[in-house]
């Protein structure tokens, strides 16, 4: 399969606990967002790098998240000290960053629950 | 501000065809994106428009007006496994995808 791929596609947690999670994105491709869903929500963006230089992050984003892609490769997003209000689904995209059409191809999320 | 409006949920019959609307306003614009997400998966690529005009893949076309700010998805012969939300996407002057909340097109044997 050379799709994007995310570990784990479930994760039930704790308020207060730390969560990481794992993204490999086609691998030929430059660019790869995080986003997270709520359900009835389209996705919400919440970083973008082009090759491990994160480019962008969201205003709306709290310090307790932090993502990295330190090889330009695969990228970890981290939750510190996790809420309630952080349930949602994570979805990691890539895209090859050639050319303006530059489709956005995402993996299968990753499910967080918070209790 | 940059803003997406599509319908909230859309009732078709199997068979039939359906039309869903959307409208945007974004600072810049790089092109407009449809996605198809099935509950509870990620979505999945489907169209992408950046000419006026009507694009057409199979069952699928896709519709751009740049001066109104305006695109529409239309699905023909409807098949029950169309049931999903349909997400369109603006491309803002930043290359970064402006989402609108969804539309959710139930099917009707």
């Known amino acids: ?115 | 501000g940059q803003n997406i409006d599509q319908p909230t949920e859309m009732t078709a019959t199997e068979g039939a065809i359906v039309q869903i609307n959307c409208t945007y306003q974004t600072s810049g614009f790089n092109g407009l994106f449809w996605y198809q997400q099935h509950a509870g998966e990620a979505p999945t690529f489907l169209s992408y428009n950046v000419l006026d005009g009507l694009e057409e893949k199979g069952r699928f076309s896709s519709f751009l007006s740049r001066s109104k700010g305006y695109s529409y998805l239309l699905l023909k012969e409807l098949q029950m496994k169309d049931s999903a939300s349909y997400l369109c996407a603006a491309m803002d002057s930043n290359y970064q995808l402006i989402w609108g909340a969804g539309t959710k097109l139930i099917i009707k044997p």
């Open chain 1, 1 to 115: 399969d050379t799709g994007v791929s995310q570990d784990p596609r479930h994760k039930i947690t704790k308020r207060g606990q730390n969560v990481t999670f794992r993204c490999d994105p086609i691998s030929e491709h430059n660019r790869l967002y995080w986003y997270r869903q709520t359900l009835g929500q389209g996705p919400e963006f919440l970083t973008y790098f082009q090759n491990e230089a994160q480019l962008e992050k969201s205003r709306l984003l709290s310090d307790r998240f932090s993502a990295e892609r330190p090889k330009g490769s695969f990228s970890t997003l981290e939750i510190q000290r996790t809420e309630q209000g952080d349930s949602a689904m994570y979805l990691c995209a890539s895209s090859s960053g050639e050319g303006h059409t530059d489709t956005q191809y995402f993996g299968p999320g990753t499910r967080l629950t918070v209790l």
